[in-house]
């Protein structure tokens, strides 16, 4: 088992493991901050050191999870350092905590949900479901958004047991069944304002993420619709 470290520390670049494991093209580690890929975060990227060598870190394989490796691999039994590529890693982390505050004032202003999201580097793709949401309501949900960011609220992170979390449905945004299999479930709450079981890496403090701006609305039926946003700097 892989101790996952960016769980309790976003923001934690570099680190020191042992290899465990060596496949065809990679290697399983000890301890890992590199977020392997999951509820619509990308996977990171960076490098690993060991002797005098350096290995890119192209991918990441949920499964292990497997730092998918480009160069020579370590052994089993070495001790490499691994560097998380920040500059991506911390938009990704931006433009998460972005979609959860989108995802905040849907929920809370409009009773909007949100069926689904993909992250990418500074931007987002969010499914919304809502009867005849428009163009103008989006731009409302995006606008309530920046003024939540304006606010610079705390993001902070906590364990809940099973039995805690089954009192607190409004948790479960996304998909509900999948921290079934969880004793522990993981939350992210943005104080006092949204929580939500979650396994991303976030901002401490929502002036991080600066200003979410919106690129692209679709409409894909009566109660589906996609919109594109990204972020930037204040
Ligand atoms: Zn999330």
Redesign the pocket.
């Known amino acids: 088992m892989t101790q996952l470290l960016y769980l309790d520390d976003s923001y934690l670049k570099r680190f020191t493991a042992t290899v465990i494991e060596v496949v065809d093209d990679g290697v399983i580690l000890d301890r890992t901050a590199f977020y392997p890929g999951g509820?619509?975060q990308p996977h990171d990227t960076g490098k690993i050191l060991f002797r005098n060598l350096e290995s890119l870190v192209t991918s990441m394989k949920r499964e292990g999870p497997i730092h998918v490796i480009e160069g020579q691999l370590p052994e089993v039994g070495e001790e490499i350092t691994g560097i998380v590529d920040w500059e991506r890693r911390y938009r990704i982390m931006r433009t998460?905590t972005a979609?959860?505050v989108i995802s905040g004032v849907a929920y809370r202003d409009f009773g909007v949900s949100i069926t689904g999201n993909q992250l990418y580097e500074g931007r987002a793709r969010v499914d919304l479901s809502f009867d005849n949401l428009s163009r103008d309501l989006v731009k409302r949900i995006i606008e309530e958004s920046n003024s939540v960011i304006n606010e610079d609220l705390k993001v902070k992170v906590y364990y809940l047991t099973r039995e805690e979390f089954k009192q607190r449905p409004e948790l479960m945004r996304v998909n509900s069944k999948l921290y079934e299999k969880y004793d522990r479930i993981r939350v992210?709450e943005i104080e006092g304002f949204d929580a939500?079981a979650?396994g991303?890496t976030h901002v401490r403090s929502l002036r991080e993420i600066g200003k979410i701006v919106l690129e692209k609305y679709e409409s894909k039926g009566r109660k589906n619709k996609r919109i594109y946003v990204r972020v930037e700097n204040d």
Do not use: I, L, M, P
């Open positions: 509820g619509g998460h979609v959860h992210v939500q979650d991303g």
